[in-house]
């Protein structure tokens, strides 16, 4: 197989030229390029090159160690029994297709990277790689997918000890705290836009510092590129305003933390399935086996979505994180959650929430993997267990998501339908990731796993 061969087995695009006719205008100030992937630990990483070196690297790449698979969130290098050690090389190719002008960072471009062997073969261990292989996977079984991520992060200034100092307090979802950042909004908005980002609305949140921005849902990949670069943008205009972030899932013990949560909505030939059927809550009979896939395999999803001890800090009932394994119409405490929309738009808006997931997940990862546990439970026609439809705390039974990094990874080692997704390359670096992570944080207070994952994140 090589880079022309668009089967499910590679889905990743065909290296090119940006040719000089279809270049936005928006580029004729750029001097250089970042191309940009996210490891297995959930950092973003980078590698920039001058814009006159892009048509080059579109062709061939630049170079790029495979051990950055087992890169753990501190930069400690641990090693699986296929991804590690100092030997070895791959290309990490540009997506023009993708290829954006970085509002924030004046004279600078973004582009998502996807990376091949130095024989031009896709590269196994590529997440961005495996989120297109998962959509293709549903595209043959005549399915697609719109997906979109929630951003939550908190603002504000760090003191010289490594404490945080919020950039407001009280009201939750008050218009004082929007009056605090109002500049530092209006110029994210302004930044989304000219990224061609489709901003659908943006808020003061719950905990103190914390804001919220929603974009409009896309394809799979789309939506994981954009949810990362949505992430840098907000990073680059908070430093403008002399603030910093942090998409940390628990900033401060005991308070409420930052989701990631995902948006998504299985489609067939034009027809939302999460909408006009049969099923529970109007769901149809494909859609409802897709949500009961993704419902059989969220302890192991978990491990992909939610992975760190800081994660898990947030995963408390009572606080809207999505702590049970259980869905329900609009039931923010669920893990599932369904949303219809309002009458006379449902065809188009209905979708499911994942609410248990955060940011500390690659989400090239979250998606495919959501995508290969739907298609299973559409695969065994699995229907949805009974709703719940009040807070699952008071409801005998609901059981509860893994309550520790170590137990959603035992989920994730016995899950059959996520290791064949994956593959055995990608599916050693991420639980070889996920053991040494573990291990970094056995130990650790909970006042020191936040302060780590604020830093970090």
Same mark, same amino acid.
């Given at each position: ?34 191309? @940009? +992937? ?13 814009? *006159? ?39 990490? =190719? ?8 970085? &509002?924030?960072?004046?004279? +600078?471009? +973004? ?28 595209? $043959? ?11 939550? +992060? ?27 950042? *109002? ?32 974009? &409009? ?5 789309? &939506? ?66 897709? $949500? ?81 546990? @739907? ?35 035992? %989920? ?9 997704? $994956?593959?055995? =390359? ?15 944080? %056995? ?15």
């Amino acid at each position: 197989m090589h880079l022309s061969d668009l089967t499910e087995t590679t889905c990743v695009p065909t290296p090119g030229r940006l040719e000089p006719s279809v270049r936005p205008a928006a580029l004729e100030t750029i001097d250089a390029v970042v191309l @940009g +992937w996210v490891d297995n630990a959930g950092i973003t990483r980078v590698k920039a090159i001058p814009y *006159s070196r892009l048509d080059a690297v579109a062709t061939h790449g630049v170079g790029f160690s495979p051990v950055f698979d087992v890169f753990l969130a501190d930069d400690s290098i641990t090693a699986g029994s296929l991804v590690g050690g100092p030997a070895g090389d791959l290309r990490l =190719i540009p997506d023009l297709a993708a290829l954006r002008p970085l &509002a924030a960072q004046p004279g +600078w471009a +973004w582009a998502p990277g996807d990376r091949y062997t130095q024989d031009g073969v896709p590269y196994p261990g590529c997440q961005r790689a495996f989120a297109r292989r998962m959509t293709a996977r549903a595209g $043959l079984r005549g399915l697609s997918l719109r997906m979109g991520f929630e951003v939550e +992060w908190i603002t504000g200034t760090e003191g010289p000890d490594g404490s945080f100092v919020p950039a407001f307090h009280k009201a939750a979802y008050g218009m004082t705290r929007m009056v605090r950042v *109002s500049d530092q909004l209006r110029e994210l908005i302004r930044a989304l836009a000219a990224q061609d980002v489709s901003v659908l609305q943006v808020h003061p949140e719950y905990a103190a510092g914390q804001l919220e921005v929603s974009v &409009a849902p896309e394809d799979p990949v789309g &939506a994981a590129d954009t949810t990362v670069l949505v992430r840098e943008t907000i990073r680059a205009v908070a430093a403008r305003h002399g603030h910093a972030v942090s998409f940390a899932p628990c900033v401060l013990p005991g308070e409420v933390g930052n989701g990631a949560h995902l948006h998504f909505s299985p489609w067939r030939d034009g027809m939302n399935l999460c909408h006009g059927g049969e099923g529970p809550q109007g769901l149809t009979r494909e859609g409802e086996a897709f $949500l009961a896939g993704v419902l059989r395999e969220l302890p192991a999803l978990l491990a992909i979505g939610a992975p760190g001890a800081a994660g898990h800090l947030r995963l408390v009932p009572d606080r809207w994180a999505g702590a049970y394994r259980c869905w329900g119409l609009e039931n923010r405490e669920a893990a599932l959650r369904l949303i219809t929309g309002m009458a006379g738009e449902r065809q188009h808006a209905a979708n499911a929430e994942l609410k248990c997931f955060d940011a500390t997940a690659n989400p090239y990862l979250v998606v495919g993997t959501v995508i290969a546990a @739907g298609l299973a439970g559409i695969e065994d026609e699995l229907r949805l267990p009974a709703e719940v439809a009040g807070n699952p705390s008071a409801v005998a039974g609901v059981p509860r998501l893994p309550e520790s990094p170590a137990a959603a990874l035992e %989920a994730l080692e016995a899950s059959a339908v996520l290791r064949e997704a $994956l593959g055995e =390359i990608l599916f050693d670096a991420i639980t070889a990731v996920r053991r040494a992570e573990i291990a970094r944080s %056995a130990g650790m207070t909970p006042s020191e796993i936040a302060a780590d994952a604020r830093r970090l994140y």
